[in-house]
């Protein structure tokens, strides 16, 4: 599907320069002399390199639609891991790689959605939120305020995290998967 380059939106994958992006920050710039262009901040599908572009309201970009897959986690396998596709129950393998640092968050029967062009894979977006149980928490300094001190503390997927003093060891506790961050103590 063509695309005018004004029309370009966040979000909007587009082919450019014979590989797919996605299109982060838009901002339509109007010079006092020439015409007006929007600038688009893109980010590569597949290794994750920007790239900062101009395109004028005559130029024309192809639109990719991916394709959306519920598919669920089964476990790792060396530096792959191994998922089933949630409506033809076949399993195949993806890179480490292709699912960055979050990785670490996936737990055995996670559902996640695998976003895929002409059939090869490009990326897997985890729930947004997951909850793990804190393995080591520092004990609490005296004269902290609750209000605006954290603490580091290991959850059990080997990741820190910064929590609230109150949060102990063996604590359940809902963490972001797109920085690491602490939300709430989960609920039982």
């Not at 893109?42 to 639609?65: M, P, Y």
């Not at 996640?112 to 002409?118: A, D, G, N, P, R």
């Not at 909850?131 to 503390?153: C, H, L, N, R």
């Amino acid at each position: 599907m063509k695309l005018n380059g004004n029309a370009i939106r966040p979000g909007n994958v587009i082919e450019h320069k014979a590989r797919l992006w996605v299109a982060i920050k838009t901002s339509h710039v109007k010079p006092g002399k020439g015409g007006a262009f929007a600038q688009v901040e893109l980010r590569d599908i597949r290794d994750g390199t920007k790239l900062n572009e101009r395109f004028r309201a005559t130029e024309s970009v192809e639109r990719v639609i991916l394709d959306e897959v519920s598919c669920t986690y089964l476990y790792a396998e060396d530096t792959n891991h191994i998922f089933m596709h949630g409506e033809t129950y076949e399993q195949f393998s993806i890179s480490e790689d292709m699912i960055g640092e979050q990785a670490t968050f996936l737990q055995d029967g996670m559902s996640v959605t695998l976003m895929s062009h002409e059939g090869a894979p490009i990326s897997v977006t985890l729930p947004e939120q997951v909850v793990v149980t804190v393995v080591e928490a520092d004990a609490i300094v005296k004269g902290q305020t609750a209000s605006s001190s954290y603490k580091p503390a290991m959850i059990d997927n080997g990741q820190r995290v910064m929590v609230p003093p109150h949060i102990e060891t063996g604590t359940r506790i809902v963490v972001k998967t797109e920085d690491a961050t602490y939300v709430e103590r989960a609920k039982d």
